[in-house]
């Protein structure tokens, strides 16, 4: 059983910066699992953000977020940590944080938080 909660969503201006942080526990995690963040806005479909691979030497980002965002882990602390910055108002989305096998879409992850809300005003 592996449990994962985000935090640090909110309301930000565009240009302005958010940090948001997944902190992992249970009985089944383990620090070998990569990380990963995806979001959804209302009305489409959840979409991939970054992912860490177990060591974090292994990063990779979609290509809207590309230059904007920065992804990072620290495996003694079990934590994943996405550094936003520049917001723009279509980075508008509930973030998810997850865990699994290193990859781009959903399939790839086992485990889920619940997520958390980010809002980026024009």
């Known amino acids: 059983q592996v449990q994962l909660v985000e935090s640090g969503g909110g309301l930000v201006q565009a240009g302005g910066s958010l940090r948001l942080s997944c902190a992992a526990s249970?009985?089944?995690?383990?620090?070998?699992?990569?990380m990963g963040w995806f979001r959804q806005a209302p009305g489409k479909e959840r979409e991939f953000v970054a992912t860490i691979g177990r060591s974090g030497g292994n990063r990779v980002y979609a290509d809207s977020v590309k230059g904007r965002f920065t992804i990072s882990r620290d495996n003694t602390k079990n934590t994943v940590s996405l550094q936003m910055n520049s917001l723009k108002p279509e980075d508008t989305a509930v973030y998810y944080c997850?865990?699994?096998?290193?990859?781009?879409?959903?399939?790839?992850?086992?485990?889920w938080g619940q997520g958390t809300q980010v809002t980026v005003s024009s």
């Open positions: 997850a865990a699994g096998k290193f990859g781009y879409t959903y399939r790839e992850y086992d485990y």
């Open positions: 249970g009985r089944s995690f383990r620090s070998s699992f990569a």
